[in-house]
């Protein structure tokens, strides 16, 4: 029997206002399918729909896709762990069941919801990632924030009215909490702001009977900083460099900016240089930020633009992209934050 | 400037004396090395005394306030680097301000405040 269309329909909307026509052309070609469609109302009803009504396609299958467009990327990402015991104890499938069914969305654990813009923040997924035991919980939710955008001044009297118009926009933020105690919370990128503090205590507060913040403890990413810029020799068959930032505690800073984000600052031996008199003539130096790309050159689906700054346990990508790319970086990152001695 | 009450600070975080213990002796090193004044993030306070969270950090952090160890600031920075401003508390800062590093008048943006502790090396670890 096919697929319950209202959610098709639910779900392909949501996808098409995360990502692209020829992302969902790859992922039909993928299944054989056919995939051409040159508008979204053709994607939608010619493609998506007649798909999931003949049983060549699931909704869970579309779901499957909506999560790849829209959990990674455009996110800052903050680091947290715990113990591995806690993690197995948080991740337990009968307490995160009792959780949910208090907080009365248990229907969360057997379908996603496909929720476009919800009055207040609202949960839409919980789930497993499984092979023979479980290896993440991922709990989502999704909200509407607004933010003002400039649009022009006009004149009043002596004086000049700047205006702004307010707009509206959905944003995914997630939690993945991994069997190993490493909890990742993705927020959405502000549009204007670099400011998430108040973003990531909200967050706390909606997923903290699932995940208790008094469980976690941030994951400084400093050692990763410093070993991104001391080790950049070795690096540089998979890294680009467009800024990099040494700071000392008198408070003094040193920053060194590639002139054209195409270029790289470490071709450039005078100005790496530079940075690297500071950290070898001050021990109280240290890289506070790095602007850095991740190459194409290394099986990446693209060059993969990643800040590093903001909080001690914060990174961001700025762009959307593959969930493949995403846990390449993050992977790198830690196994970066790793000290050798 | 005071000086530390290292007992004090570990019978109010018990749980944190490791990072107490860490926290004062970085500021005993940086009394005696006579560099000058030390001007530190939250964020490098965490990465010295290794607490269980920064949310701890910070009552820590303002406790040595009160004791009068650290002085702690608002900092306005410019977009094109250094600090243009300190201020008692964010209520404090204006909303537009002369960016004497850009030679022009900005209004602040709330990405450009820093939160900033001082420690001026006077004092010494009791």
Redesign the interface.
């Known amino acids: 029997m096919a697929d319950d269309l209202k959610y098709t329909k639910d779900i392909a909307a949501l996808i098409q206002e995360a990502t692209s026509l020829t992302v969902v052309s790859a992922f039909l070609k993928s299944k054989g399918l056919t995939s051409s469609a040159g508008t979204w109302n053709d994607m939608i009803n010619k493609r998506l729909i007649p798909a999931v009504q003949d049983g060549h396609l699931t909704n869970e299958g579309l779901i499957g896709l909506l999560r790849s467009v829209e959990e990674c990327g455009r996110q800052h990402v903050f680091l947290y762990f715990c113990s591995k015991a806690r993690a197995s104890e948080l991740m337990d499938r009968k307490r995160v069941g009792q959780v949910a069914a208090k907080l009365g969305v248990a229907d969360l654990l057997t379908a996603a919801k496909a929720t476009s813009k919800p009055a207040q923040p609202e949960l839409v997924d919980v789930r497993w990632d499984t092979a023979a035991v479980d290896l993440s919980l991922t709990i989502k939710a999704v909200e509407i924030r607004e933010y003002q955008k400039y649009i022009g001044t006009r004149p009043y009297g002596n004086e000049l009215h700047k205006i702004y118009s307010r707009v509206q926009e959905r944003c995914v933020n997630l939690a993945k909490l991994h069997r190993n105690g490493l909890l990742e919370i993705r927020v959405a990128a502000h549009s204007n702001s670099t400011k998430y503090d108040a973003d990531i205590r909200r967050f706390w507060h909606q997923i903290g009977a699932f995940l208790p913040s008094g469980d976690f403890k941030e994951s400084s990413l400093s050692v990763a900083k410093d070993r991104l810029w001391g080790e950049r020799a070795e690096l540089s068959e998979k890294i680009r460099y467009t800024d990099s930032t040494i700071r000392n505690e008198a408070g003094n800073v040193l920053r060194g900016a590639a002139g054209g984000d195409k270029s790289d600052l470490v071709s450039d031996e005078a100005v790496s240089k530079s940075l690297d008199f500071l950290l070898e003539h001050d021990d109280a130096a240290y890289c506070e930020g790095a602007n850095i790309w991740f190459k194409e050159t290394v099986g990446l689906s693209t060059d993969v633009h990643v800040l590093l700054g903001g909080e001690v346990n914060e990174f961001a990508l700025p762009a959307s992209c593959t969930a493949e790319d995403y846990q390449y970086v993050l992977d790198q990152l830690r196994s970066l934050n790793r000290r050798v001695s | 400037m005071s000086s530390i009450n290292l007992e004090a600070l570990i019978d109010e975080f018990p749980e944190e004396a490791a990072s107490v213990k860490r926290l004062a002796a970085f500021l005993d090193r940086?009394e005696k090395s006579g560099?000058?004044?030390?001007?530190?993030s939250?964020?490098?306070f965490?990465?010295i005394a290794k607490p269980?969270?920064?949310m701890v950090l910070v009552r820590m952090l303002q406790r040595l306030v009160q004791q009068g160890v650290l002085r702690r600031l608002v900092r306005v920075e410019s977009d094109a680097?250094?600090?243009i401003g300190d201020f008692g508390s964010v209520a404090d800062v204006p909303h537009v301000l002369f960016d004497s590093r850009m030679g022009r008048e900005i209004e602040v943006?709330?990405?450009q405040l820093k939160l900033?502790y001082r420690f001026e090396p006077t004092g010494a670890v009791r």
């Open positions: 940086s560099q000058p004044t030390k001007e530190l939250v964020q490098r965490f990465d269980s969270s920064q680097l250094g600090g943006r709330s990405d900033i």
